[in-house]
């Protein structure tokens, strides 16, 4: 019998009820899914290390029994075959999502043609959420409650109070526009 072992990656920097639905979603479809964080992101500066980020997703997976936090680094396909998994999980909210996702499925499926990647749409109520905008949101004083897992928001909330210079620097450039790096949204999609 088949035991289908699927990735779910990203940054996760902050874990937002969208990445937690679709995670939920994938647990039902596949024997075993790794939900696998991004070390060393294009996307610095991370407002939680990635020690913090596994800590907050491994508390919060802890309900799925064949859902397990890894870290990894290099290319994807690469970390997919060490893992044994044969499917990378991806979640496509609107329209502009797709561009950028089907450019790195068709990739990935060129570098080892073994992966498949499958798209999952996550709950309405969660489309219009990104990390993004979560992180912009809390640093300009706005509420994101019910956007992310409480756990996530109390500690974002305590970083905003704490630290809220790092906070923003991880969302606001000197120039003031929203991002400081290229991410998803300016590529055509969001995290
Ligand atoms: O949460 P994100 O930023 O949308 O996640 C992007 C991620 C981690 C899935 C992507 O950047 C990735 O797979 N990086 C690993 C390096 C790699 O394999 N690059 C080639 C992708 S076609």
Do not use: C, W
């Amino acid at each position: 019998m088949k035991h289908v072992i699927a990735i779910y990656p990203g940054t996760f920097d902050p874990l937002t009820n969208g990445h937690l639905d679709l995670i939920q979603r994938g647990s039902k479809i596949f024997d075993e899914l790794i939900v696998a964080i991004l070390l060393n992101p294009e996307k610095d500066p991370a407002v939680f290390s990635l020690a913090e980020r596994r800590a907050m997703l491994e508390s919060l997976t802890k309900p799925f029994g064949n859902v397990r936090v890894d870290t990894f680094g290099g290319l994807l396909v690469d970390y997919a075959m060490r893992v044994g998994a044969r499917a990378v999980l991806r979640g496509i909210r609107a329209i502009s999502d797709y561009e950028y996702e089907l450019q790195m499925a068709l990739m990935n499926r060129k570098l080892d043609p073994r992966l498949e990647t499958v798209f999952m749409m996550p709950a309405e109520t969660y489309s219009y959420v990104s990390s993004r905008l979560v992180k912009e949101i809390v640093t300009l004083g706005g509420s994101v409650h019910g956007l992310i897992p409480d756990l996530v928001e109390k500690k974002l909330l305590e970083r905003v109070n704490g630290g809220k210079a790092a906070l923003q620097a991880a969302v606001v450039d000197p120039l003031g526009s929203t991002t400081r790096k290229r991410t998803r949204e300016q590529r055509g999609r969001r995290s």
